[in-house]
C-alpha cells in the first residue's frame, strides 16, 4: 500500500550514539522513547567493534570480527519495529553489507539524522508471499493518534 507523503510535515532528529551502545536497539529504543511512528534514516556516519549481518537469502546472522567503519545505513522504523541495513568497511576496504541485526556495539561514535514523517505510521505485518514481516503504511490522524 502506498500513501502520498508529498506535502506532509516532518521532522529531523539528530544524535550520537556511543562505545558499547548497539546499533539497532539504540535505534528501536529512540523510535520508542519518543514516539516516532514513521522514521527513516537520512545519514550515519561512525564506527562498529564488528560487523554482524544477515546476509541475502539467509535465515541466520553473520559476524565479521575486527572494526568496520560504517559506510552507510538504510531502511525505515517506527516504534513499531524497524528495517535496516548496513554496509561498513574493514581496515584493508573491503565493504560487506546486509540487514541490519543486533550485536552491532559502537566502537568510537556513530552520528545518526534520522527523519520522521507526520501524518504516517509505518508497521510491520507478516507477509503471507515473502514470509517476512514487511512494511504496512497507514495514515494518521497525528502523533500517536489512531489511523484513520
Known sequence: M???CAGQESRVHALRLHPGQ??????????ISHKIEAGYVITAVGSVRSLRLRLADRQEATTFEGFHEVVSLVGTFSR?????????????????????????????????????????????QHD?????????????????????
Open 2 to 4: 502506498a500513501l502520498p
Open 22 to 31: 548497539d546499533v539497532k536497539a539504540a535505534i528501536q529504543e529512540y523510535a
Open 80 to 124: 513499531h519495529g524497524a528495517h535496516l541495513h548496513m554496509s561498513a568497511s574493514d581496515r584493508e576496504g573491503l565493504t560487506r553489507g546486509g540487514h541490519l541485526v543486533e550485536g552491532n556495539r559502537v566502537y568510537t561514535t556513530l552520528e545518526l539524522v534520522l527523519g520522521e514523517i507526520q501524518g504516517v505510521r509505518f508497521r510491520r
Open 128 to 148: 503471507p508471499e515473502t514470509g517476512w514481516p514487511e512494511l504496512h503504511i497507514e495514515a494518521t490522524l497525528g502523533p500517536g493518534s489512531e489511523s484513520l
